[in-house]
């Protein structure tokens, strides 16, 4: 069974541009997670989703990030304008309710912004 | 709030010994859950192993078990028979019970595997 697909696996922007992240859970995974990882931290979760609704995004900053996940399957992240503290690692995670929602996680994407 | 800690930033074992990782974690919840995660160089976050709060007997994974003690707050990892491939930053999180629910994160440990 494939797991939770990412890409790109790095990105190298200039502070000011856009930038998106793609993400595929494993299939029949209703819940989607996105999370960011600072260099030396844990993982902080940004948004999380049930199918196509965004349940959780308080901590999403949404004057610059969005995201969407139509059709409740595949999901997009998205910074607009990027800032140099946007650098870290965005992981995708996805569960079911068959296993307890036990999170699996994707490769990540890192981000640089110069 | 929820608050996981790992106080060991980094620790080291001989390969085929047996390593202890320490994660306390702070919550006035009844129902949640534990999980100790692996993430190598590649940043591919691997599930360890899982723990059920409501569940007194220890969960063990191969070599991989740990030790849950509810009232302490305390859930530690202990590797046994240490392999060169076990070499990671180990994670300590905890998800509230009930409906999904996000991870919260330890700062993690570093394990080095020495030959």
């Known amino acids: 069974e494939a797991g939770v697909v990412q890409s790109p696996r790095y990105k190298i922007i200039e502070k000011k541009q856009p930038v998106a992240f793609w993400c595929n859970p494993i299939s029949g995974h209703n819940t989607l997670y996105w999370y960011r990882q600072n260099l030396g931290q844990g993982p902080e979760l940004l948004i999380r989703y049930e199918n196509e609704e965004a349940v959780d995004d308080s901590q999403l900053p949404k004057d610059r990030f969005s995201a969407e996940r139509l059709k409740g399957v595949d999901s997009t992240l998205k910074i607009q304008p990027a800032e140099l503290g946007d650098s870290a690692v965005y992981l995708c995670?996805?569960?079911?309710?068959?296993?307890?929602?036990?999170?699996?996680f994707g490769p990540g994407t890192r981000l640089l912004v110069l | 709030a929820q608050t996981v800690t790992q106080s060991q930033p980094e620790m080291s074992v001989q390969e085929a010994e047996t390593v202890t990782l320490s994660c306390t974690y702070d919550t006035s919840e009844s129902d949640y859950y534990l999980f100790w995660y692996k993430q190598p160089p590649s940043r591919q976050m691997i599930l360890v192993i899982r723990?059920?709060?409501?569940?007194?007997q220890n969960a063990t994974e191969n070599r991989f078990s740990v030790n849950f003690q509810k009232a302490a707050k305390s859930f530690s990892l202990k590797i046994s028979d240490s392999q060169l491939g076990d070499a990671a930053m180990y994670f300590c999180a905890y998800r509230r019970g009930g409906a999904t629910n996000k991870l919260i994160f330890g700062t993690g440990t570093l394990l080095a595997v020495q030959p």
């Open positions: 995670a996805s569960s079911s309710q068959d296993e307890k929602e036990t999170q699996y």
């Open positions: 723990q059920e709060a409501y569940k007194q």
